[in-house]
């Protein structure tokens, strides 16, 4: 009889556990080119149906030069879940615990964002930990449009350990 198939015999990166986190490591995500498609999109899921994210001569009379992007939607780029950070923690990962955001720039169609996410700090606990990252997001012009913090619960290897 052939053993159930294990999710878990093939992890994309070497798994690791708290204490073997650093702070400073970073964990880049996907760069992105938004696109009016992305827009619809994100307008269709969050309902958020404010003209400054469709109507052209509605944002070009605030005096903006294109659509602007939704917030959320900017912030939903940082999701660690896109790039290696739960794939390295795996099974240890508890949850999504905390988010912050300052959005600093606008965005708009065409685009390309590059988010990034670093650990700043490392809160031990009795049997799990907390791991601090800040979330920032910067596009095709180097231009910082997103600073943030993501707060994810990991479970320890064991909780003797250092």
């Known amino acids: 009889m052939t053993p159930p198939f294990d999710p878990f015999s093939r992890p994309l990166v070497p798994e690791r556990g708290f204490h073997e986190l ?7 995500c996907p760069a992105r080119t938004l696109t009016d498609a992305h827009f619809t999109a994100f307008q269709a899921l969050s309902g958020d149906n404010h003209p400054i994210h469709y109507d052209r001569p509605y944002c070009a009379a605030l005096g903006h030069r294109d659509l602007l992007a939704h917030g959320l939607h900017v912030l939903a780029l940082t999701a660690a879940g896109a790039g290696l950070f739960p794939h390295v ?17 606008a965005v708009y169609p065409g685009d390309t964002l590059y988010p990034l996410l670093e650990i700043t700090a490392l809160e031990r606990q009795r049997t799990t930990g907390v791991v601090r990252m800040a979330a920032t997001i910067d596009n095709q012009d180097g231009v910082r449009v997103l600073e943030g913090g993501h707060a994810y619960l990991l479970r320890l290897d064991d909780p003797e350990s250092p």
């Open 22 to 28: 650093r702070i400073g490591e970073q964990f880049p």
């Open 89 to 105: 923690v795996g099974r240890r990962l508890i949850g999504f615990v905390d988010v912050s955001a300052r959005f600093l720039k």
